[in-house]
T-cell receptor
């Protein structure tokens, strides 16, 4: 079974600053994918970024980057130049290629303040 | 952008009623999923489907049932709603072998 841990309390971030959200995972499968999703107060889940376990380089998507440390089983999300619209819950998720299903962490609450 | 739709967006209903939450996608995705999410908590997979006439239970036990008669449609049914069913229900889809799940806007269900 996959276990994803997101333990940071709610975070307040100054606009235009960077923020790092921690995520550790536990899987015995050697092949897996790591995902980050954003959930604003409206409730929908928005895909942000993906990293495959065999990818050599850290994934980047615009202002989002993933700090992937495979040996530590860590996949932290970095949001650069925070904007007010970044205020949301952020969920880390993993998927092993054996079962094709996403397992989610409990999420991190981020509030961007002007 | 994703074309996956859930209706209703909000539903308040009395105990014992039968309800169906609708989910449709126009992307031709083979895989579809239902997740349940309590406020401030993680998502839990309750049902999934890999194609027409294929349905499986997820990681979290649920009293709901699903059907997949058409590729684009994956409704979830509760035969007799109870207050313990109060939650947000999120539908998602993905292509076969694809990495990314596309989510609908969710249905917030309140059972009184």
């Amino acid at each position: 079974a996959q276990k994803i841990t997101q333990t940071q309390p709610g975070m307040f971030v100054q606009e235009k600053e960077a923020v790092t959200l921690d995520c550790t995972y536990d899987t015995s499968d050697p092949s897996y994918g790591l995902f980050w999703y954003k959930q604003p107060s409206s409730g929908e889940m928005i895909f942000l970024i993906y990293q495959g376990s065999y990818d050599q380089q850290n994934a980047t998507e615009g202002r989002y980057s993933l700090n992937f440390q495979k040996a530590r089983k860590s996949a932290n999300l970095v949001i650069s130049a925070s904007q007010l619209g970044d205020s949301a819950m952020y969920f880390c998720a993993t998927r092993t290629y054996g079962n094709n299903r996403l397992a989610f962490g409990k999420g991190n609450q981020v509030v961007v303040i002007p | 952008e994703a074309d996956i739709y859930q209706t209703p967006r909000y539903l308040v209903i009395g105990t014992g009623k039968k309800i169906t939450l609708e989910c449709s996608q126009t992307m031709g995705h083979d895989k579809m999923y239902w997740y349940q999410q309590d406020p401030g908590m993680e998502l839990h997979l309750i049902h999934y489907s890999y194609g027409v006439n294929s349905t499986e239970k997820g990681d979290l036990s649920s009293e709901s049932t699903v059907s997949r008669i058409r590729t684009e449609h994956f409704p979830l049914t509760l035969e007799s709603a109870r207050p313990s069913h109060t939650s947000q229900y999120l539908c998602a889809s993905s292509v076969q072998g694809g990495e990314k799940l596309f989510f609908g806007s969710g249905t917030q269900l309140s059972v009184l």
